[in-house]
């Protein structure tokens, strides 16, 4: 009777342990499922962030070079632009191509400035390309009253700035370039009043932004350096307005090197590019501060 108690002992211990051990694998089976799961779906979080961030990028990292002899903006790169829109709160330009020109620095031959025709719309839609050295630097003291309405112009009113005539070459280096691009030494009051060189442009877009890119190409100039210009309106579709313009340069020697495109946005103010009526908005507001 004894041996058949301890022999019942032994066959309980033995199952309880085996119970024990069953249980112990089955943990850490479940358990080791369970992490592993758990990994794979942060790598896929990750990823779909990642995915997220790049298509919410509204920089153009990479840039084509036209076809031109001379480069610049690509056709495609020109429509890549134009989708993009501007966050308020944000700096009004960004830079295309890490901030590197596709204009090609040997094309520069001649003093001239190749203005392209109005598109269908009167738009000058198209690239203006300046090949520019120290004798274009032009006299302010020569500058007439701007009279040519750009599509999509409105006059202002009261103390407001709103609209300005915007250059795409600008004045200040377009001494002794005549309307047809040729240099003319009897023309130093420079392109003024020349359609092919005018669009709308919201005055803090001009007189805030624009003009710290021209001054450094006026710098380089005074510096004697040989610079090619190029700058062009960006418009979607068939709006009248400009939703923005590319400006990007580079001297002979390479020193001068920039690439950005500047949006065309008044603080205070939205537009319609369709006709480019404004209307006061104090929810757009612009970034002053370095990114």
């Known amino acids: 009777m004894a041996r058949r108690r301890r022999r019942k ?32 779906h942060f790598t896929d979080l990750i ?28 056709a495609s790169d020109y429509q890549k632009l134009a989708k993009l829109n501007f966050k308020s709160g944000s700096q009004a330009f960004v830079y ?24 269908k719309l009167n738009r000058t839609s198209s690239s203006n ?26 006059s202002n009113h009261g103390r407001n ?14 001494a002794g370039i005549d309307q047809d691009g040729q240099y003319n030494p ?9 359609p092919k060189n005018l669009f709308t442009q919201s005055a803090y877009s001009n007189q805030k932004i624009q003009t710290i890119f021209e001054a450094k190409v006026r710098t380089a100039l005074r510096q004697g350096k040989k610079v090619i210009y190029q700058a062009t309106p960006i418009f979607r579709g068939s709006e009248l307005m400009a939703r923005g313009i590319n400006l990007q340069a580079v001297s002979t020697d390479g020193k001068l090197d920039f690439n950005v495109y500047l949006y065309n946005v008044q603080p205070g103010y939205s537009f319609n590019y369709a006709n480019g009526r404004a209307k006061r908005d104090a929810s757009v507001k612009v970034s002053e501060s370095e990114n």
């Open 186 to 194: 009897n023309n130093q009051s420079g392109d003024q009043n020349n």
């Open 47 to 74: 990823g779909q962030s990642d995915q997220s961030a790049s298509s919410a990028s509204s920089t153009l990292n990479s840039a084509k070079t036209a076809t031109k002899s001379y480069g610049g903006l690509s």
């Open 96 to 119: 295309v191509n890490n901030n590197h020109s596709t204009l090609i620095k040997h094309a520069w031959k001649v003093n001239k400035v190749i203005y392209a025709n109005l598109d």
């Open 129 to 154: 390309t300046a090949f520019l050295e120290k004798r274009n630097v032009a006299n302010d003291s020569l500058r007439v009253r701007q009279y040519v309405e750009p599509t999509g112009w409105h």
């Open 9 to 40: 002992r032994q066959t309980n211990s033995l199952l309880s342990i085996l119970i024990v051990a069953i249980a112990v694998i089955w943990g850490v089976g479940t358990s080791g499922g369970q992490s592993s799961f758990q990994t794979s």
């Open 161 to 174: 700035q709103i609209y300005n005539r915007g250059h795409l070459i600008a004045y200040s280096v377009s």
